[in-house]
C-alpha cells in the first residue's frame, strides 16, 4: 500500500462510517416500515411505536459492527433468537426485514460492497430467527 492509497476500514462500524450513520441507516430501516406498503406485515409485528426497536437495533448494530457494545451493556448477550421467540416470524417477516434493509441502506449510501455483505449477513440472521 502507498500513501496515497487509504487504509481500509478496520470494522464494517467503521465502513458505514460510525455512530452518526449507524443510527442513520437505523431510522431509515424504520421510517420505510411506516412508509412503504410492501413492509407492512413487518411494521404490524413492531406495535403501535417504534421507539424502543430503534434504539435497541441501533445499540445492536453498533456491537456487532464492530463499534461500541451498547446492547451488551445495557441488556448483556443479545440471545437473539431467544427474544424475538414471542413474534411470529416466518418467510414473509424474514424476506420484509431484509428488503427493508437492503433498501435503508441504498438510500444512505452505503458503498455497495458493503451492503452486499451486509445483506448476506442479515439474510442469514434472520432466517435463523424463523420461528414457524
Same mark, same amino acid.
Given at each position: 500500500?502507498?500513501? %496515497?492509497?487509504?487504509?481500509?476500514? &478496520? ?12 443510527? %442513520? ?10 412508509? %412503504? ?6 411494521? &404490524? &409485528? ?33 440471545r437473539l ?39 448476506e449477513s ?11
Amino acid at each position: 500500500m502507498n500513501a %496515497e492509497t487509504p487504509a481500509p476500514p &478496520a470494522t464494517p462500524y467503521e465502513w458505514v462510517g460510525g455512530d452518526t450513520r449507524v443510527r %442513520e441507516l437505523v431510522d431509515r430501516f424504520y421510517d420505510l416500515m411506516d412508509l %412503504e406498503p410492501g413492509y407492512r406485515e413487518l411494521r &404490524a &409485528a413492531h406495535g403501535t411505536t417504534l421507539d424502543d426497536a430503534r434504539d435497541k437495533l441501533y445499540w445492536f448494530l453498533s456491537g456487532w459492527l464492530g463499534g461500541p457494545n451498547h446492547y451488551i451493556e445495557r441488556f448483556g448477550h443479545p440471545r437473539l433468537r431467544m427474544r424475538h421467540m414471542p413474534f411470529s416470524i416466518g418467510v414473509q417477516e424474514r424476506d420484509q426485514w431484509v428488503a427493508c434493509m437492503h433498501q435503508a441502506m441504498t438510500e444512505v449510501q452505503l458503498d455497495p460492497v458493503l451492503i452486499e455483505r451486509l445483506t448476506e449477513s442479515f439474510f442469514g440472521t434472520a432466517d435463523w430467527m424463523r420461528n414457524r
